[in-house]
């Protein structure tokens, strides 16, 4: 019998939602709350453009504090989508954590393995689009996010958007950081470069 070839897995970034594409504004509990960067669509069209899988990654522990339902994180979903669609700009996939390990709300109350930095919707990514963790990326303005990309193998970015600039300075000992940069775009940019050195590196050079 012939043995069927594996399906090609994709480079995928990872993006983190509250202050790294939206404005952070605490507890998002309205879609009417959404703000974009004014950069955000343009970046992400980039990384579509240039084959990535691009996967939102958040935690939303208020599903879990009793702030808000997952019908409304489904709903300001739904209006990022329409909003990012509007310039031409799509995400492959929206996920989130609804846990919190203090969380009172049945069924969401404690430990689960998707609240970043544990690997959870990173491995979802794997089995629902094909995703290579190792040629991947993730993009935040938390530490946390940057250690997602150190659990799966893959390469973190930490932007001064959002908490960012705060979290620059107290920085854990043992994380292990791709570049710090102002915004998304410019982590857009670093991600490019890299990815096209790799590109690049892999194809037999002409002459
Ligand atoms: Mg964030
Ligand atoms: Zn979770």
Request: hydrophobic share 40%; proline share 6%; aromatic share 6%.
């Amino acid at each position: 019998m012939t043995q069927m070839p594996l399906p090609p897995a994709h480079p995928a970034v990872f993006l983190d939602r509250d202050g790294t594409i939206i404005e952070e504004v605490g507890y998002l509990d309205r879609p009417e709350r959404v703000t974009l960067y004014p950069y955000s669509i343009a970046a992400i069209r980039a990384l579509n453009r240039a084959g990535f899988r691009v996967v939102l990654v958040t935690n939303q522990s208020g599903i879990a504090r009793g702030f808000f339902d997952e019908a409304t994180v489904k709903a300001v979903h739904g209006h990022l989508a329409h909003l990012l669609g509007a310039g031409g700009a799509h995400l492959d996939a929206y996920y989130y954590c609804p846990h919190h390990p203090d969380g009172h709300v049945a069924p969401y109350g404690g430990r689960c393995d998707c609240r970043k930095p544990a690997r959870g919707l990173v491995d979802r990514a794997v089995r629902e689009l094909a995703v290579d963790p190792a040629r991947s990326f993730t993009v935040g303005d938390r530490w946390l996010d940057v250690q997602l990309a150190q659990t799966v193998g893959g390469r973190g970015i930490l932007v001064r958007t959002g908490y960012g600039a705060l979290e620059e300075r107290r920085r854990p000992a043992d994380v292990i950081v791709d570049a710090v940069v102002n915004n998304l775009v410019e982590a857009v940019g670093h991600i490019l470069s890299a990815h096209d050195r790799a590109v690049a590196g892999a194809t037999p050079a002409r002459s």
